[in-house]
Each structure stands twice: as C-alpha cells, then as structure tokens.
C-alpha cells in the first residue's frame, strides 16, 4: 500500500513562515498530482494548492503570492512554503495525491492525516 506522510506544521507568529513537506511511501506505484489541502474549524476543506506530474502548479488565490508548492529531490514528494502566514491560514493542512498502483488500469485518492497549522500571536 501507498502512505502519505506530513510534516511541518506547528505555532507561528502573524507573518512568519512554515515549510510542510509530504512523502508518499510505499512500492509499485506512480504519482500523477500532488497537493495541500487545509479545512479550519466549522468550515469546509479547500484547495490551497496543487502540483501535476509536469509541475504545472494550481493555487487558492488566498494564497497566491505567499505559498509556493514545489517538488522535492526525490520524484514522490512534494513541499508548501507557506510566508506571510495571516490568522485565518490557521487550519489543519492535508496532503493529498492521485496515485495509480503498478498492475491496476486507474489510480486514487489519497489522503494524508493532516498536520496543524496555527497561526497566533
């Protein structure tokens, strides 16, 4: 089986900066997307931003101009720079990708555990 594995998340001041970072584990399989999600209490989890297999890259435009999404040495795993951090980017943030296991004809969606992200004087 495939296992999403986040880290990074933590207490931040009002404009400081995290790095979270995602690695898909396991064998036998291939990555096509990559992302972060984030859900905060009492509201809907939303996109914030999305890498594809080519490194075409998809932002909430919340974000845009603050996170960057980007791919690490390794091909299955995939970081959120995150600067500029406000009070309402506090939620917990996902790591999610498509993935397709060797020997199967379509992929699926995977999901990581999340990791808080809470940003607080």
């Known amino acids: 089986q495939v296992q999403l594995v986040e880290s990074g998340g933590g207490l931040v001041q009002p404009g400081g900066s995290l790095r979270l970072s995602c690695a898909a584990s396991?064998?036998?399989?291939?990555?096509?997307?990559m992302g972060w999600y984030r859900q905060a209490p009492g509201k809907e989890r939303e996109l914030v931003a999305r890498l594809t297999r080519g490194r075409d890259t998809n932002y909430a435009d919340s974000v845009k101009g603050r996170f960057t999404i980007a791919s690490g040495d390794g091909k299955d795993t995939v970081y959120l720079q995150m600067n500029n951090l406000k009070a309402e980017d506090t939620a917990v943030y996902y790591c999610?990708?498509?993935?397709?296991?060797?020997?199967?004809?379509?992929?699926?969606?995977?999901w990581g555990e999340g990791t808080l992200v809470t940003v607080s004087s």
């Open positions: 999610n990708a498509y993935i397709r296991i060797l020997g199967e004809v379509s992929g699926a969606n995977y």
């Open positions: 396991g064998s036998g399989f291939t990555v096509y997307f």
